[in-house]
Nanobody, 114 residues
């Protein structure tokens, strides 16, 4: 059974920083791909950052402010978010692709106050 769990969200002021973590519990199954997405109320879920192979890819809205990374096991991922803006407020989700199936976490709320 695959489980994906995000953590690290919270309330932060404009210009502040947060670090999100995503842990994938998949036993011996490797994570083939992963990404961070976000969804604000009334909006669709959009890609924030992902790994294309080993290359990080970012949405234009976060490029230069957010950094995606992972640990050596390939099962824990991070999203370092700097210079946060009110428009970054959303629920942030981690998606892990394993053997052709996508698994999602429950999400973690990020609120940026102005």
């Amino acid at each position: 059974q695959v489980q994906v769990e995000e953590s690290g969200g919270g309330l932060v002021q404009v210009g502040g920083s947060l670090r999100l973590s995503c842990t994938v519990s998949s036993g011996v199954l490797p994570v083939n791909a992963m990404g961070w997405y976000r969804q604000a109320p009334g909006n669709q879920r959009d890609l924030v950052a992902r790994f294309s192979g080993t290359v990080p890819v970012y949405a234009d809205s976060v490029s230069g402010r957010f950094t995606i990374s992972r640990d050596k096991t390939g099962k824990t991922y991070f999203l370092e978010m700097n210079s946060l803006k009110p428009e970054d407020t959303a629920v942030y989700y981690c998606q892990a692709a394993i053997w052709g199936r996508n698994y999602w976490g429950q999400g973690t709320q990020v609120t940026v106050s102005s």
